[in-house]
């Protein structure tokens, strides 16, 4: 009952802007008690809007009979909000289920939930869209601001981010794509919301293949095959000469006589180390040996 609740409070929780303290809304990881706000009681609640970067936040009121619960951060029974009785000390607004009229009255009115293709009128309340592009009234009620860096779209009826598209990623087949100033040696991968993209660079020696959009080997992308992306990312070399048994990868590994499950990690060239390891188990629980053979050098299972 009380998640149930919770769920229909974040349904309700819209309302006039109102000033907050940062601090406090990251205190209250971005919820305040509205109790002392102007509109508020003790069955209000402010959503923090951006609490690190403005201070602006939205009124929300707990619906069907219950309270604000400050430690919970949510709306709860009045049983567990002391000194608050919602018959009594809260003010709290009517739900409608009523449906818009459709049309709307005009092309600057909409209700949330409509959906002229489909023929759903939405929901009462009614919107209209204000005189500036980040104000708007409901059913003609006072003028209201969208939050900061948002305006008021009456195509879905909320306030939203402008967003503009990035020319390099208008191409919605893909979020990776050459890079211009640099086709070869890196790639932009754009945003979800294609704003904008990173530049990443392929490690060396690979070089950006634009048709497969990955990074690949210069064989596969014959006009990047005299490009140079900088110093090879490869593997360090093993020296033939070393003493130790075998080497993989610039690392190089020594048997433990009378112990066939342990190995040692050698430093290099120069001999072994002190670093002994042990080989694991494979999936079926049969413990695997190390085969210090230069075409093997790994752990791997007895000969039966």
């Known amino acids: 009952m009380i998640l149930l609740t919770l769920l229909i409070s974040v349904v309700f929780a819209s309302g006039p802007p109102v000033e907050t303290d940062p601090q406090e809304c990251i205190d ?10 102007e509109g508020g009681d003790c069955c209000s609640f402010v959503v923090c809007n951006a609490a690190r970067l403005n201070r602006t936040g939205f009124l929300g009121k707990c619906m069907g009979g219950t309270a604000w619960n400050n430690v919970l951060k949510s709306c709860d029974q009045p049983m567990y909000v002391p000194d608050c009785n919602p018959s009594v000390d809260c003010d709290v607004p009517s739900r409608t289920t009523g449906l818009c009229p459709s049309p709307q009255p005009t092309a600057t009115t909409c209700c949330v939930g409509q959906n002229v293709n489909r023929g759903e009128p939405g929901f009462l309340p009614i919107f209209t869209s204000g005189d500036a592009e980040n104000e708007y009234s409901v059913d003609d009620g006072p003028i209201q601001k969208c939050p900061l860096g948002q305006i008021f779209r ?10 503009v598209q990035d020319t390099e990623c208008a191409d919605t087949t893909s979020f ?17 919301n294609r704003t904008g993209y990173d530049v990443v660079k392929c490690m060396p020696p690979s070089v950006w293949n634009d048709v497969n959009k990955t990074c690949d080997t210069t064989d596969n992308v014959i006009e990047c095959s005299d490009a140079i992306c900088g110093v090879e ?18 690392i190089y590994y020594d048997n433990v006589d009378g112990e066939p499950t342990r190995y040692i990690i050698a430093d290099g060239p120069d001999g072994p180390s002190d670093r002994f390891s042990t080989c694991p188990e494979d999936m079926n629980g049969v413990q695997l040996v190390f085969n210090g053979d230069p075409d093997v050098c790994s752990c791997e299972a007895p000969e039966s």
Do not use: H, K
């Open 154 to 163: 009456v195509e879905t009826c909320c306030c939203e981010f402008v967003y």
């Open 233 to 250: 990312m490869t593997d360090p070399p093993c020296d033939e000469n070393s003493a130790a048994a075998c080497c993989r990868a610039g």
């Open 28 to 37: 209250g990881n971005g919820y305040i008690s509205g109790n002392s706000f």
């Open 176 to 192: 990776y794509f050459s890079n211009p100033e640099d086709p070869c040696c890196s790639f932009l991968q754009c945003w979800s």
